[in-house]
């Protein structure tokens, strides 16, 4: 069954340093979401991606964060400046239609820890 | 914000039924109801969703009242796996490009 693989399962790094997190949508998809869950807190949407170009952000999703489809395969997460805070299971996601009548399937989550 | 309310928690013994309920009073007529899982610290799992008419997959039902102001979702025999955070979510063409993800509900399957 196809699925959305996300590297690195966990990666640590410094305050400050820009991380870049990444994600293969399954194929077909046309949809893709960034969600994070900071610890012991609810599953929070950061950024939604469609036709090469963001559709939706949060306010979480402020200037350091980006995203990018650069290869028709990857979709990556890049934060540029990370903080305390930044730490969080990182989800993306992928969906063969609009929202309106389709399902989201998750990636098993990168986790990052910020020192 | 969430529009939806659900017990912080339930307990179901394995092999019986686990009805997880949802209340969406506010529900507009072009929202659908769906419901994800987390398994502990896994990505969410997509479950089921439904417009108004009962729908079942091979994971569980869900029965959406007539009203569409409540909904439940069913396991229909609860196994130790099912153990998790039940998320009832309610969507539609004017909610935008997200899903909400409230506290849902913890249920625990019991051996």
């Known amino acids: 069954e196809p699925e959305v693989t996300q590297t690195p399962s966990h990666q640590v790094t410094q305050m400050g340093q820009e991380v870049i997190l990444r994600c293969v949508p399954i194929s077909n998809h046309l949809y893709f979401y960034w969600y994070r869950q900071i610890l012991g807190q609810k599953v929070e949407f950061l950024v939604s991606?469609?036709?090469?170009?963001?559709?939706?952000k949060s306010e979480i999703f402020d200037d350091q964060f980006s995203v990018e489809r650069p290869d028709g395969s990857n979709f990556t997460l890049k934060i540029r400046s990370t903080k305390l805070e930044d730490s969080a299971m990182y989800f993306c996601a992928s969906c063969p239609r609009a929202l309106n009548t389709g399902e989201l399937f998750f990636g098993e989550g990168s986790r990052l820890t910020v020192l | 914000d969430a529009k939806t309310t659900q017990p912080t928690s339930m307990d179901c013994a394995e092999g019986r039924a686990a009805n997880l309920p949802c209340n969406h009073s506010t529900i507009s007529g072009n929202e659908y109801v769906y419901w994800y899982r987390q398994i502990h610290s896994q990505g969410p799992q997509y479950i089921i969703h439904?417009?108004?008419n009962n729908e079942t997959n091979e994971m569980a039902s869900l029965i959406i009242t007539e009203d569409r102001k409540s909904s439940t979702l069913i396991l229909p025999h609860a196994t130790l796996r099912d153990t998790a955070v039940y998320y009832c979510i309610v969507r539609g063409p004017n909610t935008g490009n997200q899903f909400y993800f409230g506290t849902g509900t913890s249920l625990t399957v019991i051996p």
């Open positions: 991606f469609y036709n090469n170009e963001i559709s939706e």
């Open positions: 439904g417009l108004k």
